[in-house]
């Protein structure tokens, strides 16, 4: 009798491993929907893989997460917020070319140290929908110019998330004039709405982040890295769904599919991240892949040359007696993503009106870590996919 148990068992890892081989073959969509269904029937997994699963340091790596790139990420962005509020209060107080010219250095930078702390939407940043105050987009123009206009708002009303955070300021710095002289006029004003506007947007932003930041004291940060269970609430299983999340919401549909008109009956230039900078959608998104990139690789936001146990970590382990490795593919997949967007034009606007085709082949190339991610890695880290699609990948 275990004899055909085991021919039994040596059958099913033989058509299993065929299957997995054949994935890269399989239309990405179809593959999406079809197998994410199958990781939900078969959530239990075998005996000898919780096994292996459970002699991996998850605690170890929970902390690498914590203490080496979410919290540090956190301060690094604080204090990119304040070093802005300086040079924003200057340029309120002395509107010229000069002060505009180094607010706009201070944006960017700011910009570009969130591209590092978007995807880690947990604990308290879930509860105030930090993400979506701090970096949604397009900006509501309209309701800029209304709030500026009757001095009548409230920041924390859902309606004016798209009215405030990076989106916000990039109207304001870019999108108010034809040129700088028009953009400088709109703020020389003694009792400038813009300034106050301007500046009442970066409070908000430093305020909330205080909060996220303020959020992680000793107690959840404890919690957080001694939740290693198995289970849809442990701190493995939110951050990993989280990154997926990030990853094919955030990055691949935000940045590239729904400008490039993935999702629509044609482009939509004006729905790029920074519409109005115009030259730092490429910029941005570049950040943003060496993120996911270090996060993935478990390198330390404050020294990327040092590292410690990672999703690639623990991939690798959990397929250590595998030759074909999914931990390396998708290392793979992210070169060949970086490759592809150098090659595009710095303002994606742009290059969405010159050949949006490049756009979607840049999708196309990103989408395949997508199912790397969300198919083939939850598969075998025996993780639930803990949110729902409503556009149709």
């Known amino acids: 009798m275990k004899k055909y148990n085991l021919l039994f068992a040596l059958s099913i890892f033989l058509i299993s491993t065929q299957c997995s081989s054949d994935l890269e073959e399989i239309d990405t969509e179809t593959t999406i929907t079809e197998l994410t269904a ?13 096994a292996v699963v459970s002699s991996f340091d998850h605690e170890q790596m929970l902390t690498n997460w914590a203490d080496n790139i979410i919290i540090p990420s956190i301060i690094n962005f604080e204090n990119s917020l304040v070093k802005l509020k300086n040079s924003a209060s200057i340029f309120v107080n002395e509107p010229s070319n000069e002060t505009l010219s180094v607010l706009k250095e201070e944006w960017l930078n700011s910009f570009l140290k969130w591209q590092h702390l978007e995807m880690f ?4 940043a879930e509860e105030i929908y930090y993400k979506n105050r701090i970096n949604l987009y397009p900006a509501n123009v309209n309701r800029i110019e209304n709030n500026i206009s009757n001095q009548n708002y409230d920041l924390n009303a859902s309606s004016n998330f798209s009215s405030q955070g990076f989106n916000g ?12 002289e028009e953009i400088i006029l709109k703020y020389t004003s ?45 701190s493995i299983n939110q951050v990993i769904n989280d990154f997926i999340f990030y990853f094919e919401k955030g990055y691949r549909a935000n940045k590239i599919a729904i400008p490039a008109g993935r999702y629509s009956d044609g482009p939509l230039p004006d729905r790029i991240e920074a519409y109005h900078g115009k030259k730092y959608s490429k910029i941005l998104i570049l950040e943003a892949t060496d993120a996911i990139d270090n996060f993935y690789n478990g ?47 710095t303002d994606f606007s742009e290059q969405i009106r010159q050949d949006n085709l490049e756009m979607l082949i840049t999708y196309d190339i990103i989408q395949a870590n997508v199912v790397f991610l969300k198919v083939n890695l939850l598969q075998k880290l025996n993780i639930n996919i803990d949110y729902a699609d409503a556009d149709g990948d």
């Open 169 to 180: 300021l990039d109207y304001l710095l870019f999108g108010i004039g034809q040129n700088e």
């Open 38 to 50: 199958s990781t939900d029937n078969d959530n239990s997994n075998s005996t000898s893989q919780t």
């Open 299 to 345: 390198r330390f936001s404050n020294d990327i040359t040092s590292s410690g146990l990672s999703i690639n970590d623990y991939l690798s382990y959990m397929e250590s007696d595998q030759d074909d490795k999914l931990a390396e593919k998708i290392n793979e997949q992210l070169k060949k993503i970086k490759t592809k967007l150098t090659e595009l034009n």
């Open 190 to 234: 003694e009792d400038s709405k813009y300034g106050k506007y301007f500046l009442e947007i970066i409070d908000k932003m430093i305020e909330l982040t205080t909060q996220v930041k303020d959020s992680w004291d000793d107690e959840f940060r404890d919690e957080f890295i001694k939740s290693t269970d198995n289970t849809s609430t442990s």
């Open 121 to 124: 939407d947990v604990g308290l």
